[in-house]
């Protein structure tokens, strides 16, 4: 049994650019910032790193090691636009529960979908997938875990393009062959401080009883470490620090007017509210934005009481709405959604009915079981079918985790 499958594209920035330019493809190449040798390489492709070529290499050197090497300026509009297709395609194969980084997502498996060969088969699904309707550039590894941090840990035992698990029976031994460096967050500094007490094998730090392992971090984190190393399913602690859900849509020709986004603001607020609900939070803040073809740009934020309930916040959206201008051809919406708190920590506010949030998370299993928008607000009938789902990171990406290392 596994609980998460955790995607991690490969060499990603470098992979993009593979699949954009049919010719780099095969060929050793590196992105980088500007062309100077005294710059650093932000990601390489599998056959520079063939030559020892990593992100943070300077380019001066990775010349050395890789003669033939192809450098490619950075282009991060191109990464984003892959990013919110990868999303869209991976979302239609199995809910992503949180997008972690710009090459990073996680879902959360359900049902039969634990099973460990369901779950393969769902991975090599996702990759099949991924190749027909992203491109064939595009790889991944996949890890199957019972917590998100070992499904990423899963995922980084086999790179490029694998599909690879932990079950909680197969624990700890199969994380022996790990250095503690492997686990994400153990950075250069906590090793170095592992080191200092004896602890330089995996084995060893899996040795360590919660209360050695919560010494050893001088917090609470070094307990939660012990429990998910251990394999138990509770979310790792970075997942009640969600800071903000934000989705944005580009707007077709045929829909660059005031109503039609209008209407696309509600699509967006209806994802949005999903996956909060998802997430088991409420939210306290909304924030709404359209950018307009001349450039120009009409903002608004509104504070409420805590919900999670969707036709609240839409009437929220409806309202607001009605002040923004007419006359500019809008070009972009968003809506984010922040403020977060615990579903279980909150009271019902004199707005809102129990029996209503309960509603909104019967639709969300249902479009979970049968398919997105397989039921729907009424108000957003007609408009449906063109619905798309654009998940924009809410954070920049650390370098490191830019890394395929
Ligand atoms: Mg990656």
């Known amino acids: 049994?596994?609980?998460?499958?955790?995607?991690?594209?490969?060499?990603?920035?470098?992979?993009?650019?593979?699949?954009?330019?049919?010719?780099?493809?095969?060929?050793?190449?590196?992105?980088?910032?500007?062309?100077?040798?005294?710059?650093?390489?932000?990601?390489?492709?599998?056959?520079?790193?063939?030559?020892?070529?990593?992100?943070?290499?300077?380019?001066?050197?990775?010349?050395?090691?890789?003669?033939?090497?192809?450098?490619?300026p950075s282009r991060h509009a191109t990464y984003t636009r892959y990013h919110h297709r990868a999303i869209e395609v991976i979302d239609s194969c199995l809910p992503i529960h949180r997008v972690c980084?710009?090459?990073?997502?996680?879902?959360?498996?359900?049902?039969?979908?634990k099973r460990l060969e369901v779950a393969q088969e769902q991975s090599r699904k996702i990759k099949q997938t991924l190749a027909e309707k992203l491109g064939v550039s595009l790889t991944v590894s996949i890890g199957l875990g019972p917590n998100m941090l070992l499904a990423k840990m899963a995922a980084d035992m086999q790179k490029p393009n694998g599909v690879t698990w932990i079950e909680k029976e197969e624990l700890p031994q199969k994380l022996f062959s790990l250095r503690p460096r492997d686990i994400p967050g153990i950075g250069p500094k906590m090793e170095w401080r592992l080191a200092q007490q004896g602890i330089t094998t995996m084995e060893q730090l899996l040795s360590l009883n919660e209360r050695q392992m919560r010494g050893l971090w001088k917090s609470i984190v070094g307990a939660r470490y012990f429990r998910l190393l251990k394999g138990e399913s509770f979310r790792p602690v970075a997942e009640t620090e969600q800071k903000s859900i934000s989705h944005e849509h580009v707007l077709p020709p045929q829909e660059r007017d005031y109503t039609s986004a209008g209407i696309i603001l509600q699509k967006l607020l209806v994802k949005a509210a999903?996956?909060?609900?998802?997430?088991?939070?409420?939210?306290?803040?909304?924030?709404?934005?359209?950018?307009?073809?001349?450039?120009t740009k009409w903002k608004f934020e509104i504070s409420f009481h805590e919900t999670q309930d969707t036709s609240l916040m839409i009437s929220h959206l409806i309202k607001s709405y009605k002040n923004c201008p007419r006359q500019a051809r809008p070009i972009k919406v968003g809506?984010?959604?922040?403020?977060?708190?615990?579903?279980?920590a909150h009271q019902l506010s004199f707005f809102?009915?129990?029996?209503?949030?309960?509603?909104?998370?019967?639709?969300?299993?249902?479009?979970?079981?049968?398919?997105?928008?397989?039921?729907?607000?009424?108000?957003?009938?007609?408009?449906?079918?063109?619905?798309?789902?654009?998940?924009?990171?809410?954070?920049?990406?650390?370098?490191?985790?830019?890394?395929?290392?």
């Open 274 to 295: 999903q996956r909060l609900r998802r997430g088991q939070w409420m939210t306290k803040r909304m924030q709404v934005s359209v950018r307009f073809i001349n450039g």
């Open 101 to 113: 980084s710009i090459d990073e997502m996680c879902c959360e498996l359900t049902g039969s979908h």
């Open 352 to 405: 809102e009915s129990e029996k209503k949030n309960s509603f909104f998370k019967i639709i969300d299993q249902i479009n979970d079981k049968y398919g997105k928008d397989t039921v729907h607000l009424a108000s957003l009938h007609e408009h449906i079918s063109s619905a798309r789902t654009h998940i924009a990171f809410s954070r920049i990406p650390e370098l490191d985790e830019l890394d395929d290392n």
């Open 1 to 72: 049994m596994v609980d998460w499958l955790y995607i991690d594209f490969n060499s990603y920035f470098a992979s993009c650019e593979q699949q954009d330019n049919p010719k780099l493809r095969g060929k050793p190449i590196a992105v980088v910032p500007m062309m100077a040798d005294s710059t650093s390489c932000l990601a390489a492709s599998y056959e520079a790193k063939a030559f020892g070529v990593r992100t943070g290499t300077k380019v001066g050197e990775a010349k050395k090691m890789c003669p033939g090497l192809v450098l490619v």
């Open 335 to 344: 809506v984010a959604l922040f403020d977060f708190s615990s579903e279980s």
